[in-house]
């Protein structure tokens, strides 16, 4: 850990993907059997295989870093007069996408990220069904990694020629995301669970992923520094980059995940 509290993230980089790793050998567990699934407070499913990974994910940074917080989706609700004081914690989403979990398309994700003054330096977001891994540390650019393989740098498309390749919501399309496809105009429509559709945007296989709809900070994180070290950015409706831990609620604001900045998304809106 350097003199500024934040501890060697490239070296524990490694440990985490491990973490993720045995979070996502332990949700296929359930995916390949049985679970229970019921329902959260908001309506969101909730399955066995969610807080099995919580637990094998709270543990093992509790382990790494036993003086940094963690904050998971499946956590004990933390007052915000408490998490206001943290500096720096873990944001963990141990299973997002647990609807395309229970669907079994394989398209979920465990998110990982380590976030400073409200802003994301470390992502690991990993598909264990697809057998995918996704990771980036601030400053050390983006990489993806497939079956086990040698990892490949990424980066985002910084500029479209054709028609828009757009990554949307495969359970969640709304009114809102029909109207901005009808202003954009001539577009293909890739549809994705989880923040895979954030990954799909830092290797440059769509150009953007609009959320205009519902999402938690445990959603984005870890996409995030993936996007942003592959040179694509996650930001607002106002342009604006997303933040963490600034506020009682854990909800983010409607979203843009784009590589082209020199595109006025926002213009493609209601007014």
Known sequence: MDKSGIPDLESLLPSVIELAEQAGSKIMEFYKGEYHVESKEDLTPLTDADLAAHTVIDNGLK????????????????P????????????????D??????????????????????KVILGVVYAPALGVCYYATEGQGAHKCE??????????????????????????????LDSFLSRLGEHEFTPMGSSLKSCLVAEGKADIYPRLGPTSEWDTAAAQC?????????????????RYNTKE???NPYFFVFGDNSIDWASYLND
């Open 147 to 176: 079956n086990g393989g040698a990892p490949e740098r990424i980066k985002v498309q910084s500029s479209i020629s054709g028609k828009v390749t757009i990554a949307g919501s495969r359970s969640h399309r709304g009114a809102s």
């Open 226 to 242: 993936v996007v942003e070290e592959a040179g694509g950015h996650i930001t607002d409706t106002q342009m604006q980059a997303l």
């Open 80 to 95: 915000f007069s408490e998490r206001a004081n943290w500096l720096r914690y873990w944001l963990v989403d141990p299973l």
């Open 97 to 118: 996408g647990t609807r395309e979990f229970i669907k079994h398309n394989g398209e979920f994700t465990v998110n990982i990220a380590f976030i400073d003054n409200h």
């Open 63 to 78: 382990a790494l870093t036993p003086d940094i917080p963690v904050l998971s989706e499946e956590s004990t609700e933390i």
């Open 249 to 251: 609620l854990l909800l």
